[in-house]
């Protein structure tokens, strides 16, 4: 059974960074994309960024594009996401999810299968 666990997550001030990862194991060789999705309290999941099973092809939401870096370090078997600049609006509750197939579909949250137990991630002004 496959299985994803966020860390990296605390409190920072708005312009700081801050580097999430998500430890996956398990049997993955089926999995196409690792996604990173974020909640605040009281609104929807919504998406961020993913990244293909082998690390080729990256999409970030157009709220973080140019701020977050998505990538996979086969050696810790992690995808990571890099957060700099980091504005009060980021702070939310993140989570790491895996997804059998690749493609636009992958903004939804219904793509995914498989979800960490997120991390909490607090900017402050």
């Known amino acids: 059974q496959v299985q994803l666990v966020e860390s990296g997550g605390g409190l920072v001030q708005a312009g700081d960074s801050l580097r999430l990862s998500c430890v996956v194991s398990g049997r993955t060789f089926s999995w196409n994309a690792v996604g990173w999705f974020r909640q605040a309290p009281g609104k929807e999941r919504e998406f961020v960024s993913a990244?293909?099973?082998?690390?080729?092809?990256?999409y970030y939401a157009d709220s973080v594009k140019g701020r977050f870096t998505i990538s996979r370090d086969n050696a810790k078997n992690t995808v990571d996401l890099q957060m700099n600049s980091l504005k009060p609006e980021d702070t939310a509750v993140y989570y790491c999810?895996?997804?059998?197939?690749?493609?636009?579909?992958?903004?939804?949250?219904?793509?995914?299968?498989?979800w960490g137990q997120g991390t909490q991630v607090t900017v402050s002004s």
């Open positions: 990244i293909s099973w082998s690390g080729g092809s990256t």
């Open positions: 999810a895996g997804s059998l197939a690749w493609g636009t579909a992958m903004t939804r949250r219904e793509f995914y299968g498989s």
